[in-house]
């Protein structure tokens, strides 16, 4: 890998790091505040070095087709979520409408390792 490509893969680690810090911060001045906790995830699952995340679509009606469910989840909520590549969606009675499941490489914490 050339300077250039190790640079970048780096410096994504590193913005990737931040934002799991800033989320971690948040978190606990939430609870320092005394305010209940957000849960942004319908489920979330960890598979074979895949961290799997469903979001609820709350703008998005049960009864929306399924391509157009799927061009405004590619269009308004797949960015928000970025690394998070899209996996499925599925409408919802639960939830009143379409919930989008996406997922990413997750290997932080080695699974496969024995205890310590």
Same mark, same amino acid.
């Given at each position: 890998? /050339?300077?250039?490509? &190790?640079? +970048?893969?780096?410096?994504? +680690?590193?913005?990737?790091?931040?934002?799991?810090?800033?989320? /971690?911060?948040? =978190?606990?001045?939430?609870? !320092?505040? $005394?305010?209940?906790? @957000? &849960?942004?995830?319908?489920?979330? =699952?960890?598979? =074979? $070095?895949?961290?799997?995340?469903?979001?609820?679509?709350?703008?998005?009606?049960?009864?929306?087709?399924?391509?157009?469910?799927?061009?405004?989840? @590619?269009?308004?909520?797949?960015? *928000? &979520?970025?690394?998070? *590549?899209?996996?499925?969606?599925? /409408?919802?009675?639960?939830? /009143?409408?379409?919930?989008?499941?996406?997922? @990413?490489?997750? @290997?932080?914490? #080695?699974? #496969?390792? $024995?205890? !310590?």
């Amino acid at each position: 890998m /050339s300077d250039p490509e &190790f640079l +970048q893969e780096r410096n994504s +680690q590193l913005e990737l790091q931040v934002r799991n810090l800033q989320e /971690s911060v948040g =978190r606990w001045k939430r609870e !320092a505040q $005394g305010k209940p906790p @957000r &849960f942004e995830y319908v489920q979330q =699952r960890h598979e =074979r $070095g895949q961290h799997y995340i469903s979001v609820p679509v709350e703008s998005l009606p049960s009864d929306t087709p399924l391509h157009e469910a799927q061009e405004y989840i @590619r269009d308004h909520v797949l960015p *928000k &979520f970025y690394p998070y *590549k899209y996996y499925n969606c599925y /409408s919802s009675r639960r939830y /009143s409408g379409w919930v989008v499941t996406m997922v @990413r490489e997750d @290997r932080d914490v #080695d699974m #496969d390792a $024995g205890p !310590a």
